[in-house]
Nanobody
Framework: QVQLVESGGGLVQAGGSLRLSCVGS????????MGWFRQAPGKERESVAA????????YYADSVKGRFTISRDNAKNTVYLQIDRLEPEDTAVYYC????????????????WGKGTLVTVSS
């Protein structure tokens, strides 16, 4: 059974940093794109970052460019999201996602989803 388990969320002050991790199990994702979505209270889920299977291509939503960095370790079946200079508007549940193609995640879809980790940013 495929599982994606996120960790690293929490309460942090504005301006701080967090590193989210997502470990996959049940199959290898080394040939899949991986990414992160978030859903803020009262808002629709949005794709914020994605990385190709090789790590050679990345995508970032305009709202997070320059502050979010996505990376992956295929040997560990893990994707990371480094979030710097956190803003209250970053408060959301962050979901890990996997898809066969990077563009799928960019378009807001995925084949597999994690259950999410909550990030709360205080002002």
């Amino acid at each position: 059974q495929v599982q994606l388990v996120e960790s690293g969320g929490g309460l942090v002050q504005a301006g701080g940093s967090l590193r989210l991790s997502c470990v996959g199990s049940g199959r290898t994702f080394s040939t899949y794109a991986m990414g992160w979505f978030r859903q803020a209270p009262g808002k629709e889920r949005e794709s914020v970052a994605a990385i190709s299977w090789s790590g050679g291509n990345t995508y970032y939503a305009d709202s997070v460019k320059g502050r979010f960095t996505i990376s992956r370790d295929n040997a560990k079946n893990t994707v990371y999201l480094q979030i710097d200079r956190l803003e209250p508007e970053d408060t959301a549940v962050y979901y890990c996602a996997v898809a066969r193609f990077l563009e799928t995640i960019v378009q807001g879809r995925a084949d597999y989803w994690g259950k999410g980790t909550l990030v709360t940013v205080s002002s």
